[in-house]
């Protein structure tokens, strides 16, 4: 609010701006230096050893680690985001249209919400390993039992990552519309509308806006995630967060830019999405 020479009015539209201003500068100086680092180091010109040379060395020489670690990231995470967006919105529904237990659902969402990624994937092994829980309690012979941990595709990392984020999106949807479709759906019911109808023309329009700004969210986080594919994914290919903190980490001091273009590429489809997305969900809230 702004106070103005009668009292109190409205706030004018550049108020928010002008005050979230210093910590977006902040932020986009601490960010924009570390990106630039980054870059540089992949570029060439900012070797741990050696003189500074521009070259694109760093893109080329792992390029065919590079593109499958590429490959391997986008599936993780695309599909990861899908089942989250999908069970999320599904929990959602659940908790705008249940009479009883909503306090329930929105407990356990918000307590999957405090589990970490790290010990949620620690628990996500345990259970679903050739030797865990989940082969235990079904009876499956060890041997019969797929390769969900660490196998040919990243079945774990996946569902650890859809388990966790599809709480995140079941919360920020159902804050964004829960009140404001209850509103409607009792004049769609006045009208005469059947329930499918409510879910179908007033819940998913309504819906759309968070839920896609959710789903950025997910997909840009599953895409940079270490820990979870780490822990959960296969050998070979690494997701690109894995590729670079391994080649970071290796004893040739020279693969410095390999790593360093490793994270440029994560980082540039992060940005990629976010820049493909956002308008799309502006324009989904604006035709709701």
Do not use: C, N
Request: aromatic share 6%; proline share 7%.
């Amino acid at each position: 609010m702004r106070r103005s020479r009668g009292g109190v009015g409205p706030a004018a539209p550049g108020d928010g701006a002008r005050l979230v201003a210093p910590a977006m500068v902040l932020i986009l100086a601490v960010t924009g230096t570390a990106l630039g680092a980054v870059l540089a180091t992949s570029l060439g010109l900012m070797p741990l050893v050696g003189e500074p040379r521009l070259s694109m060395e760093g893109f080329t020489a792992p390029a065919s680690q590079l593109r499958a670690a590429t490959a391997e990231s986008l599936l993780t995470a695309a599909t990861a985001t899908l089942l989250a967006a999908v069970i999320g919105l599904t929990i959602a529904t659940a908790v705008v249209h249940a009479t009883r237990g909503v306090r329930v659902i929105m407990g356990l969402a918000a307590a999957v919400m405090t589990v970490s990624h790290l010990v949620g994937s620690a628990a996500t092994g345990l259970l679903l390993s050739g030797a865990g829980l989940a082969q235990r309690w079904s009876g499956v012979p060890a041997g019969s039992w797929p390769e969900l941990v660490g196998g040919r595709w990243p079945w774990a990392t996946v569902l650890e990552l859809a388990w966790k984020e599809s709480a995140f999106v079941a919360l920020v949807v159902v804050a964004a519309v829960a009140r404001q479709y209850t509103d409607l759906r009792e004049v769609s019911a006045v009208l005469g509308a059947p329930p499918r109808e409510h879910w179908r023309r007033v819940f998913l329009p309504l819906t759309a806006p968070p839920l896609a700004l959710s789903s950025i969210v997910v997909f840009v986080y599953s895409l940079g995630t270490y820990e979870v594919a780490r822990l959960l994914g296969r050998a070979y290919p690494d997701p690109l967060p894995v590729m670079a903190y391994r080649l970071f980490t290796d004893i040739d001091v020279t693969a410095r830019p390999e790593a360093a273009a490793a994270a440029v590429v994560a980082t540039g489809l992060a940005l990629l999405a976010a820049l493909i997305s956002l308008p799309l969900a502006r324009r989904l809230g604006a035709h709701r």
